[in-house]
T-cell receptor
Framework: RKEVEQDPGPFNVPEGATVAFNCTYSNSASQSFFWYRQDCRKEPKLLMS???SGNEDGRFTAQLNRASQYISLLIRDSKLSDSATYLCVVKMGGGADGLTFGKGTHLIIQP | DVKVTQSSRYLVKRTGEKVFLECVQD?????MFWYRQDPGLGLRLIYF???????EKGDIPEGYSVSREKKERFSLILESASTNQTSMYLCASSVWSYGYTFGSGTRLTVV
């Protein structure tokens, strides 16, 4: 059974703080991993792909632990504009199969 | 940037009506997808297509059908709309093994 689990939150975090989310996935054959961001009443948008070696994009760092089957997202120096829902996403194979989405973690950055 | 366009932002239809949701992408992507998103349930895959005239069932295909006559266009059809099909419908496209680009969504209400 395909499953991606996330803590729904909300995470209430003061501006400037560092916040981290984790996500676990159940299928060890999963091959590709992503974090998406979704603003209220908007479509999800790709934030970053997640690689086994870990990757960083500005204030955002994503890591993958295949042995423990979890993915993490770290946001440093959080901004008010980071308030959104963050979706953990897993792809099972290299084909056209759809992505499996977690239900998202709601982040609120407070001034 | 890839653009995925969904024909309607908001739709209200009556129970039993046949409903067409249209999606067009402009970057020659092979793969196209239809999801629905509901509070507490997250994004769920309805159908996807990896080529013209090809279609595959996703996790919740019941009550839906699709059509892909041209590479850039992927239509979702509700043969006889029911109130439990009230939802946000999201179309996406991708190339192999990469993340998706979503359209801005169609919020469908069936009364």
């Amino acid at each position: 059974r395909k499953e991606v689990e996330q803590d729904p939150g909300p995470f209430n975090v003061p501006e400037g703080a560092t916040v981290a989310f984790n996500c676990t996935y159940s299928n060890s054959a999963s091959q590709s991993f992503f974090w998406y961001r979704q603003d209220c009443r908007k479509e999800p948008k790709l934030l970053m792909s997640v690689y086994s070696s870990g990757n960083e994009d500005g204030r955002f760092t994503a890591q993958l632990n295949r042995a423990s089957q979890y993915i993490s997202l770290l946001i440093r120096d959080s901004k008010l504009s980071d308030s959104a829902t963050y979706l953990c996403v897993v792809k099972m194979g290299g084909g056209a199969d759809g992505l499996t989405f977690g239900k998202g973690t709601h982040l609120i950055i407070q001034p | 940037d890839v653009k995925v366009t969904q024909s309607s932002r908001y739709l209200v239809k009556r129970t039993g009506e046949k409903v067409f949701l249209e999606c067009v992408q402009d970057m020659d992507h092979e793969n196209m997808f239809w999801y629905r998103q509901d509070p507490g349930l997250g994004l769920r895959l309805i159908y996807f297509s990896y080529d013209v005239k090809m279609k595959e069932k996703g996790d919740i295909p019941e009550g839906y059908s699709v059509s892909r006559e041209k590479k850039e266009r992927f239509s979702l059809i509700l043969e006889s709309a029911s109130t439990n099909q009230t939802s946000m419908y999201l179309c996406a496209s991708s190339v192999w093994s990469y993340g998706y680009t979503f359209g801005s969504g169609t919020r469908l209400t069936v009364v």
